[in-house]
Protein backbone atom coordinates (compact mmCIF):
# COMPACT_ATOMS: atom_id res chain seq x y z
CA UNK A 1 0.00 0.00 0.00
CA UNK A 2 1.50 3.10 -1.05
CA UNK A 3 0.29 6.40 0.67
CA UNK A 4 -0.63 9.55 -0.49
CA UNK A 5 2.34 12.11 0.36
CA UNK A 6 1.20 15.86 -0.68
CA UNK A 7 3.09 19.40 0.42
CA UNK A 8 1.18 21.61 2.59
CA UNK A 9 1.66 22.72 6.54
CA UNK A 10 4.51 20.76 8.18
CA UNK A 11 4.95 18.37 5.37
CA UNK A 12 7.33 18.77 2.88
CA UNK A 13 7.58 15.97 0.21
CA UNK A 14 10.93 16.02 -2.49
CA UNK A 15 8.47 14.49 -4.90
CA UNK A 16 4.78 14.30 -4.32
CA UNK A 17 2.61 11.63 -5.38
CA UNK A 18 -1.06 9.95 -5.20
CA UNK A 19 -2.01 7.39 -2.99
CA UNK A 20 -4.56 5.98 -0.20
CA UNK A 21 -4.98 8.27 2.77
CA UNK A 22 -4.59 6.59 6.42
CA UNK A 23 -8.86 7.23 6.92
CA UNK A 24 -8.89 4.88 3.72
CA UNK A 25 -7.30 2.47 5.36
CA UNK A 26 -9.63 2.41 7.80
CA UNK A 27 -12.17 2.25 5.97
CA UNK A 28 -10.98 -0.96 4.18
CA UNK A 29 -10.17 -2.13 7.52
CA UNK A 30 -14.06 -1.70 8.89
CA UNK A 31 -15.11 -3.72 5.47
CA UNK A 32 -13.05 -6.38 5.98
CA UNK A 33 -13.96 -6.57 9.72
CA UNK A 34 -17.47 -6.61 9.04
CA UNK A 35 -17.10 -8.93 6.07
CA UNK A 36 -15.68 -11.50 8.94
CA UNK A 37 -18.18 -10.72 11.73
CA UNK A 38 -20.77 -11.84 8.96
CA UNK A 39 -19.39 -15.12 8.56
CA UNK A 40 -18.38 -15.65 12.75
CA UNK A 41 -20.14 -13.09 14.74
CA UNK A 42 -18.35 -12.47 17.63
CA UNK A 43 -17.69 -9.36 20.30
CA UNK A 44 -14.38 -8.83 19.73
CA UNK A 45 -15.42 -7.61 15.90
CA UNK A 46 -18.15 -5.89 16.89
CA UNK A 47 -15.59 -4.01 19.57
CA UNK A 48 -13.16 -3.44 16.29
CA UNK A 49 -15.47 -1.98 14.26
CA UNK A 50 -16.44 0.60 16.75
CA UNK A 51 -12.85 1.12 17.33
CA UNK A 52 -12.34 1.50 13.70
CA UNK A 53 -15.04 3.70 13.45
CA UNK A 54 -14.12 6.15 16.09
CA UNK A 55 -10.25 6.07 14.84
CA UNK A 56 -11.71 7.16 11.26
CA UNK A 57 -14.15 9.78 13.12
CA UNK A 58 -11.40 11.57 15.29
CA UNK A 59 -8.96 12.08 12.14
CA UNK A 60 -12.02 13.45 9.87
CA UNK A 61 -12.83 15.67 12.55
CA UNK A 62 -9.00 17.56 12.34
CA UNK A 63 -9.17 17.27 9.02
CA UNK A 64 -12.72 19.44 9.24
CA UNK A 65 -12.07 21.45 11.77
CA UNK A 66 -8.62 22.55 9.92
CA UNK A 67 -10.29 23.16 6.90
CA UNK A 68 -13.02 25.21 8.87
CA UNK A 69 -10.32 27.22 10.50
CA UNK A 70 -8.50 28.07 7.69
CA UNK A 71 -5.58 25.72 8.70
CA UNK A 72 -5.94 22.77 5.88
CA UNK A 73 -2.17 23.70 4.97
CA UNK A 74 -0.72 25.91 7.35
CA UNK A 75 1.87 24.64 9.97
CA UNK A 76 -0.41 25.88 13.11
CA UNK A 77 -2.47 23.66 14.98
CA UNK A 78 -6.49 23.92 15.39
CA UNK A 79 -8.51 24.76 17.96
CA UNK A 80 -9.92 21.53 19.57
CA UNK A 81 -13.62 21.13 20.87
CA UNK A 82 -15.32 22.07 17.59
CA UNK A 83 -18.16 20.56 16.25
CA UNK A 84 -18.83 18.57 13.17
CA UNK A 85 -21.57 17.44 11.09
CA UNK A 86 -20.96 13.67 11.15
CA UNK A 87 -20.66 11.32 13.71
CA UNK A 88 -19.19 7.52 13.87
CA UNK A 89 -21.78 5.60 13.63
CA UNK A 90 -21.40 3.79 9.91
CA UNK A 91 -19.11 7.29 9.34
CA UNK A 92 -17.05 4.77 7.12
CA UNK A 93 -20.65 4.82 4.61
CA UNK A 94 -20.56 8.59 4.36
CA UNK A 95 -19.35 10.07 0.80
CA UNK A 96 -15.78 11.26 0.28
CA UNK A 97 -14.86 13.88 -1.96
CA UNK A 98 -13.21 12.52 -4.98
CA UNK A 99 -10.39 15.09 -4.96
CA UNK A 100 -9.23 14.47 -1.34
CA UNK A 101 -10.73 11.81 0.04
CA UNK A 102 -12.09 13.21 3.18
CA UNK A 103 -15.81 13.68 3.90
CA UNK A 104 -17.93 17.31 3.95
CA UNK A 105 -15.24 18.57 2.32
CA UNK A 106 -16.05 22.55 1.69
CA UNK A 107 -12.70 23.26 -0.24
CA UNK A 108 -14.10 21.29 -3.14
CA UNK A 109 -17.75 21.47 -2.39
CA UNK A 110 -18.52 17.77 -2.00
CA UNK A 111 -21.03 16.35 1.02
Known amino acids: MTFVERNGGPAYYSEEYPG????????????RTKFVDNLLPCYENKMAIENLQLALYWLEKRVYLKRQQKLACVNQAHQEGGRVPFWSLDIEQLSTCPTCGHIHCDEHKTI
Open 20 to 31: TTTQEAIRAAID
